[in-house]
C-alpha cells in the first residue's frame, strides 16, 4: 500500500513539482491551496506526511502544523516545511510547533524525495 502525502502550498507550480515527484515515486498525493485547506484535508483523510509551506494566505505553515498537532489523527504524522524563508528563529518556532524539518526552495527532485523517504522510514 502507498504511502499517502499532503502537500500544502498556494503556489501551483510548486504543488504541481511535488505532486510530479512524489506520484512517479509511487506515493499518493493530496494537494491543499493554504493552510486551513490543508488542515480540512488532514482532519479528513489518514495521510502519512505533510510537506507544507509557510508564507500563505488564511492559515501560514506554523499556524497549520500548530492546529494540526492540537488532534489526535495529527499527532504523529511528520511535517516538514518546504518554505522560501530560511531564518533559523523561524525553523526554531517550526520545530517547537511541531516540524520534523525544513527544506528551502528552490528544491531539487532527489533532496525532496530523500527528504521524504526519511521521514517515512
Do not use: C
Request: charged share 25%; net charge neutral; aromatic share 4%.
Amino acid at each position: 500500500m502507498s504511502k499517502t502525502v499532503l502537500t500544502i502550498d498556494d503556489s501551483p507550480s510548486i504543488r504541481r513539482m511535488i505532486v510530479m515527484t512524489l506520484e512517479e515515486a509511487g506515493y499518493k498525493v493530496i494537494e491543499a491551496v493554504d493552510g486551513q485547506d490543508g488542515l480540512n484535508k488532514a482532519l479528513a483523510n489518514p495521510v502519512d506526511a505533510v510537506i507544507t509551506d509557510q508564507n500563505m494566505p488564511n492559515l501560514d505553515g506554523l499556524g497549520f502544523i500548530r492546529a494540526l498537532r492540537q488532534h489526535p489523527s495529527g499527532k504523529g504524522v511528520p511535517i516538514v516545511v518546504l518554505s522560501t524563508d530560511s531564518e533559523d528563529t523561524l525553523k526554531t518556532q517550526a520545530r517547537e510547533a511541531g516540524a520534523l524539518g525544513w527544506m528551502v526552495k528552490p528544491f531539487t527532485q532527489d533532496k525532496l524525495l530523500a527528504v521524504i523517504r526519511k521521514v517515512l522510514g
